[in-house]
């Protein structure tokens, strides 16, 4: 009898909980939390209003350069409300376990590597706005998108790397000096060419609102579980939200405010197309 008992007996220690593996169990593990899963369906709901809002907004534009801007903040919301409908369903997150030297080492933890997709494909389109807006150039812009892109590349992949701790900051360091970069053309670049464009005053609204959230993402990211493990996967998440609800959303809203009258500092008229292209009208 004790040699049967020996045999059916269970070391606690070896006795392991396992994270959500299929789609519906994570699903179902987002919903069990509910400041999780509303810091997702919260940012459904905003953006789906401000592809409405920007619908009402634009509805009466016939200057070319002011459909551009439009056309660009709109696909910030666009990429977000398919983004965060992925958070949402469970199919753009997981459960990684992390390396020798986190915090949590040999656990797995729930990653929300969806937002860098949000990231990659939306804020090009916020950057793309604000340089239309400060009237820059062609180069400045693409220098923007090019970097930003890559930021976010590389955020994404201090996120996922779990070979080694010290690869995770190293992707962290290197997606800061992008970022850097951006900073740079936002506060010096753009900021001088919108004081010669005559959008100086709203141009400093925009910067403040971006630069500043936009400093908020790598913050979070030392602080939450995938850093130092400081904060809670729910706080990280709210976080994150907050600040996407800023630096999208609230920046566009000025944005289309702004662009709806069609002022003159971006007016561009029926040649801007045609400016762009290389192509000049000739009579007949």
């Not at 040999?106 to 990231?119: C, H, Q, S």
């Not at 693409?142 to 790397?161: E, N």
């Not at 850093?227 to 976080?239: H, P």
Request: net charge negative; aromatic share 12%; with cysteine.
């Amino acid at each position: 009898m004790d040699r049967f008992a020996s045999a059916i007996s269970i070391d606690p220690q070896s006795i392991v909980l396992q994270a959500p593996e299929t789609q519906t169990e994570i699903f179902e593990h987002i919903f069990d939390d509910p400041l999780l899963a509303w810091s997702f369906v919260l940012n459904i709901a905003l953006a789906g209003a401000t592809i409405l809002g920007i619908l009402y907004l634009g509805r009466n534009l016939t200057d070319p350069r002011a459909k551009l801007i439009t056309v660009s903040v709109m696909l910030i919301s666009v990429v977000s409300i398919s983004s965060y409908s992925g958070l949402t369903a469970g199919l753009t997150v997981s459960f990684i376990e992390m390396p020798t030297g986190h915090p949590m080492a040999g656990e797995e933890v729930f990653t929300m590597w969806g937002r860098y997709l949000t990231w990659t494909f939306s804020t090009p389109f916020i950057l793309i706005a604000l340089g239309l807006i400060a009237g820059s150039n062609l180069t400045k812009i693409l220098t923007s998108v090019a970097f930003t892109i890559a930021m976010c590349v590389t955020g994404l992949a201090a996120a996922l790397t779990t070979s080694s701790y010290l690869l995770r900051w190293w992707w962290f360091v290197l997606s800061s000096s992008f970022f850097a970069v951006i900073v740079y053309i936002i506060l010096v670049e753009w900021t001088g060419d919108a004081a010669a464009t005559g959008t100086g005053d709203l141009f400093r609204t925009l910067k403040i609102l971006t630069v500043v959230s936009w400093f908020g993402y790598p913050i979070l990211w030392a602080l939450g579980v995938e850093g130092f493990a400081v904060l809670e996967v729910w706080m990280t998440s709210w976080g994150y939200s907050i600040l996407d609800i800023i630096s999208k959303y609230i920046v566009t809203v000025l944005i289309m405010l702004y662009v709806a009258e069609e002022p003159a500092e971006i007016i561009t008229g029926a040649g801007y197309s045609e400016a762009r292209t290389g192509v000049t009208a000739t009579d007949d």
